[in-house]
């Protein structure tokens, strides 16, 4: 009786969790587990272009390796009782300085796709950006955010990425669409200029949305789950542009398409600065010039009176060799001052990853792959998980490292610099 008595005080079960990607979360302790967990579950071909880079992908592993080169300095003996990780991103208040990034064809991970990203936003009252590749409408979007109690100030904070197409009738519609929705930012990239070659979707034949042949079909009998919400839900297409009245010949997703193909005949190689102008002329809202990798041009976002400087390699996925945006951050901010934000895209897998991106000057982060292992791992409440890991993390490493306040961070909690 003693020893029954001694196992009952010792042996303690868990409760079975009967939510499937509840249950999942369970063993997912970081971003890393999140990754290997998506990738189990999605069909390869899937997994390789959310995971994949250019070329040998040493831009895309110095993403994250380069926030490992600055260690911290903490102190000790300090009143860490209260921790407040708020901050300003463009001129407003957000529980976190943190944003997310915008992400093609969203809806290969997780059939919800945007929806579900832009409602978890909401829950942790973070800005969230759709792409022009998105797969939900720029109306959509803003409708489920409206869907959602805000947290933060209270009101949604959408931004929309926009690529320059030749065709510039079908950008300024889709801009027009999104002040009539109330976005608050247009998010310019600028480093797409020519796809990069990202030699997992060459050597896959990478089409989206992915089309059946022999391979994907033994993909798809492996991965049943995936391929099962697949077929079930409406075809995955390019919203924005299915349902713009101004798109004549642009590829809308209704067929496969090649990405390369599409980016290189329908993007406009001759962007340059003299378009934000223009774009000024049509937009009363912020605008944020994403896919800077210089100082200089850094410098040129001051001089051409954009809103903030996005620091990106477009996650490792453009050019091979480009810098890590971490390492931009620091001279940056020394050459521009407080002229602009500076927000750092790129790397960015812990809640330390903040801390220093913010220490070093940035005024946020952004991340784009961490919300898809996310979603291919457990859906939309894998994205809640995601977004309150990188909360708590940020929360515990201030903790840790003696700082109340995050706006009181700077370069000397840091070593390394």
């Known amino acids: 009786m003693a020893v029954l008595g001694s196992l009952r005080s010792v042996l303690r ?41 250019a070329e040998d992908e040493r831009t895309l592993a110095d993403n994250s390796d380069a926030f490992g080169r600055y260690g911290f300095r903490p102190r000790v003996l300090r009143d860490v009782s209260r921790i407040d990780t708020s901050a300003t991103v463009l001129g407003r208040p957000t529980p976190l300085p943190l944003v997310l990034a915008p992400t093609g064809f969203t809806r290969i991970a997780d059939p919800q796709g945007e929806l579900a990203v832009a409602r978890a936003c909401a829950r942790a009252g973070l800005p969230y950006t759709l792409s022009t590749m998105g797969t939900r409408s720029i109306e959509e979007m803003a409708a489920a955010s409206d869907s959602v109690d805000w947290a933060g100030d209270g009101t949604r904070r959408l931004w929309f990425q926009v690529y320059v197409w030749k065709d510039r009738s079908l950008v300024r519609e889709m801009i027009e669409r999104a002040a009539a ?17 990202r030699e997992r979707d060459v050597r896959r034949g990478m089409e989206l949305p992915p089309k059946l042949g022999p391979g994907t079909i033994v993909d798809g009998i492996r991965h049943p789950s995936w391929t099962r919400r697949f077929l079930a839900n409406e075809p995955i297409v390019f919203a924005n542009i299915t349902t713009s009245t101004a798109a004549q010949a642009i590829p809308d997703g209704r067929s496969a398409v090649n990405l390369a193909e599409t980016i290189n005949t329908q993007f406009d190689p001759s962007l340059n600065w003299s378009e934000i102008e223009w774009l000024r002329s049509i937009w009363d809202g912020k605008i944020i010039v994403k896919g800077i990798q210089t100082v200089e041009d850094a410098e040129l976002c001051v001089a051409h009176g954009v809103d903030a400087a ?10 091979d060799g480009a810098p890590a945006p971490v390492d931009l951050v620091a001279p940056c901010r020394d050459a521009v001052g407080d002229a602009i934000d500076i927000i750092c895209d790129g790397g960015t897998r812990r809640g330390s990853d903040i801390i220093k991106a913010r220490a070093l000057g940035a005024d946020a982060v952004m991340v784009g792959r961490p919300y898809l292992y996310a979603l291919g791992a457990a859906g939309e409440i894998g994205v809640d998980w995601l977004l309150d890991f990188f909360a708590t993390g940020t929360r515990r490493t201030m903790a840790l490292c003696g700082q109340s306040s995050i706006t009181d961070l700077d370069e000397n909690l840091l070593s390394g610099v």
């Open 181 to 197: 929705a109330d976005y608050e930012a247009l998010v310019i990239t600028v480093d797409t200029a020519y796809l990069g070659r």
């Open 13 to 53: 079960f868990r409760r079975f969790e009967r939510n499937g990607d509840r249950r999942r979360l369970q063993s997912v302790a970081n971003v890393d587990d999140l990754r290997e967990l998506a990738k189990r579950r999605l069909p390869a071909g899937v997994f390789d272009y959310i995971d994949g880079g």
């Open 310 to 319: 996005c620091l990106s390699n477009h996650g490792g996925r453009q050019l």
